[in-house]
């Protein structure tokens, strides 16, 4: 476009040529005595050559006058291009773990670019990493005072809150992020948790209720959150007085959350409670094809307290019979079949519960330990063989099995890896909420630990060969300890 402009300007200069060399006309100016004559030809090309100087010096003052401002804006885009670069450079320390470097970084950021949120971000994560919370502290207030960084500031102070303990900070802190970030999936979890530590059951139901309507937690997950704050409600009625409340709070949480044996064991504990056994069996009869667990076993046992030995085992038989191939079945049968002295059901079920924990159907009881042979099953078979052959010997041999053997399950916390004897609805370790469940920890030295904990609890020592097997009695209304 401008080489075709340049060259109808070059034709309309060469036409003017033609036309004033072919019309050349005269020009005569007097001017305060002074007098010019001249052809047009040469008045043009002066008044021409005038303009053009004219505009030459109106061109070069406005580019002194802008000089300056020019001048600062090359600074200022030298000053950002080096401050990305500290602020890149402050990003790549952190990730390799080097807070000292990354605070540097942060600091130099800081005076090139100014206060921006992902200057002050970094600042605050590097003080964070370093232990300076006075100066992460500081930093996440700055950007709480900014309406579009408020969120960033409230999620920044709620993780130290969190961290230092402070949970009643932490609790005011969410409920704030929460007017703005109503979906933030992590916020519904923390305000949850948050919530479940202070005892707000109704409102931590209320909070999921909520979440799950907005889609922050799955439905699901809301479920089973729900069923674990029924279960808490329904220990709150109780302290109250209202059994009848306290059993339908803890029939729907067994509903919501049939994986875990103690809101069915309160369930069925209620109903004793209230002398509605048969509804009571019926419930653990229930939980126990989902979640067998030694302790709804107990409680099963508990509904008829003067059974004898013998009509007890068989009480364990129709109870196993909902669930025939778990594993703990097969150790509630044995485990009660030593106590009526039916020493051939006692063994054969415990190589059915070997078969059931391996990953090697058919394995033999005797032999190096595998998988199935959990510690509380060599104990059970040192009381065999003490008990039946009165055979020390080999007693003996299965209690220093059970030393080395794979623990027995207990309560994990799916966040830390915690482990507790007793189910709670908050990690005692970590505090997660709806984090434990029944599993088998890991063999190895965290085991050992794991193992001493539920070994503890149930006063079993390898030395012990008739020590009870069977879990505390449950948390429940008039229930008293009693073994298998």
Known sequence: MRAVLGLVLLAAAVAAGAFFADHPGRVEILWQGWQIDTSVAVLVGAVSLIVLAVSGLVLLAAALARLPRNAGRRRAARRRRTGEAALTKGLVALAAGDAAAARRYAARAEALLGGTPVVLLLAAEAATRQGDGAAARHAYRTLLERPETEFLGLRGLLGQAVRSGEDATALRLAERARLLR????????????????????????????????????????????????????????????????????????QKLAPDLAPLASRYAGLLIGLGRKRAAAKAIERAWRTAPHPELAYLYLDIHPAAGPLARAASLQRLAARNPEAAESHLAIAETALTAQLWGEARRHLALAVAAGSPQPGSPIAGSPIQGESRRLCLLMARLEESESANGETARDWRERAIGAPPDPCYLCRRCGGGSVQWQSCCGECGGFDTLAWRTPPHGRKALVHGALVHGALGIHPASADAPLMLPAPDVPGAAQRTA
Not at 196 to 206: H, I, L, M, V
């Open 182 to 253: 109503p979906r933030a999936p992590w916020l519904a979890d923390s305000l949850i948790e948050l919530q479940a530590r202070a005892g707000q059951w109704e409102a931590a139901r209320e909070t999921i209720a909520a979440a799950a309507r907005s889609g922050a937690i799955t439905a699901e997950r809301a479920r089973h959150h729900q069923g674990v704050v029924l279960y808490e409600l329904s220990h709150a009625a109780e302290r109250r007085g209202a059994a009848r409340q306290a059993a339908g709070l803890a029939a729907k949480a």
